[in-house]
């Protein structure tokens, strides 16, 4: 049986994924050249391959527990990428990272915490500096990535309990076996009792035909 599968668009990681595909766009036409820089293809099919995986992963996962990790992961990969881009943008442009230490860090991450689609992004994305850009989408890539692994742990740990469906269709057929050859077996049993009943009645029943 096909495992009932978590609509992918309700899971806040793949609409926080998505709004960073969107902003990335705007990000990269914004403050990239137009031609000549592969970072703007990097960049967009990083963050592209972030949410596609989510969503590959969601739907393969009715049928293989194994792929959807397999596949979450990978987004995750395509997301740390991401982000070593944006981190690379402030470094060779002498932009700051903001940390913990900066004014407007806090406010920043409980934010990008809070607010999960691009429509809660978009009427600002063609307001920031490169700075403030790049330091939201970072917290957005941190946030996310905490969000995945989470997942992941759950993910694991209920494979490692249930498996997935092959390992469950595997278990249910072994199960199927085992039974199919428990009957059998007592059906032999029964079989043979029979037959020696069968043999002593017909031995009594010679018996009392030679006795008249």
């Not at 049928?63 to 690379?88: F, G, H, I, P, W």
């Not at 993910?155 to 050859?181: L, N, S």
């Amino acid at each position: 049986m096909l495992r009932s599968g978590t609509d992918w668009r309700t899971l806040r990681f793949y609409q926080k994924a998505d709004a960073l595909y969107q902003m990335t766009f705007v990000f990269c036409k914004r403050f990239l050249p137009a031609y000549g820089d592969r970072t703007v293809d990097q960049m967009v099919q990083a963050a592209r391959s972030g949410k596609q995986n989510i969503v590959e992963g969601k739907e393969d996962g009715l049928t293989s527990t194994e792929m959807e990790l397999k596949l979450l992961n990978v987004a995750r990969s395509s997301l740390q990428e991401l982000r070593q881009d944006y981190e690379d943008y402030l470094h060779t442009r002498g932009l700051n990272l903001w940390r913990n230490s900066h004014p407007r860090y806090n406010a920043l991450v409980t934010f990008c915490r809070l607010h999960n689609n691009y429509a809660d992004y978009a009427p600002f994305v063609n307001k920031w500096t490169a700075e403030e850009f790049c330091n939201t989408a970072l917290s957005l890539c941190h946030i996310t990535d905490r969000m995945m692994c989470r997942y992941l742990g759950y993910m694991q740990k209920r494979f490692v309990t249930e498996g997935g469906i092959k390992e469950r269709m595997y278990a249910a057929r072994t199960g199927y076996r085992k039974e199919q050859d428990r009957m059998m077996q007592a059906l032999k049993e029964e079989n043979a009792t029979l037959k020696a009943e069968v043999a002593r009645l017909k031995k009594l029943l010679e018996d009392r035909q030679k006795e008249e």
